[in-house]
């Protein structure tokens, strides 16, 4: 099993910044880290689950949805076995509930169907 919990979150202003964490364990993942894909996915209400950013743990590949290129970085700490997801010049547009989510399969998805674990969710609210 492998358990994700997330940190960070909050109320900022348009253009402000945060940083999202999201810390792995279990045994599972202490066992086969590098093989494991680590994403985020953000859900606005009354809309579906869409994915933000993800990164491969061997290697740190990266992907980020259009919406959020250039803005949000995607990053791992493998010592700490920590996810991060720095999000700059947020907008209103950003306000949601951001989860991550890992995947045992070393392949990028951007389906929230092909990732098996899930952290608790954290609210992300950018007022303009």
């Known amino acids: 099993q492998v358990q994700l919990v997330q940190s960070g979150g909050g109320l900022v202003q348009a253009g402000d910044s945060l940083r999202l964490s999201c810390e792995a364990s279990?045994?599972?993942?202490s066992t086969w880290t590098m093989r494991y894909i680590m994403g985020w996915f953000r859900q606005a209400p009354g809309?579906?689950?869409?994915?933000?950013?993800?990164?491969?743990?061997?290697?740190?590949?990266?992907d980020y949805a259009d919406s959020v290129k250039g803005r949000f970085t995607i990053s791992r700490d493998n010592a700490k076995n920590t996810m991060y997801l720095q999000m700059n010049s947020l907008k209103p547009d950003d306000t949601a509930v951001y989860y991550c989510?890992?995947?045992?399969?070393?392949?990028?998805?951007?389906?929230?169907?092909?990732?098996?674990?899930w952290g608790q969710g954290t609210q992300v609210t950018v007022s303009s």
């Open positions: 809309k579906e689950r869409e994915f933000v950013a993800a990164v491969i743990w061997a290697g740190g590949t990266t």
């Open positions: 989510a890992a995947r045992p399969v070393t392949l990028l998805s951007r389906s929230s169907q092909d990732y098996n674990y």
């Open positions: 279990g045994r599972t993942f």
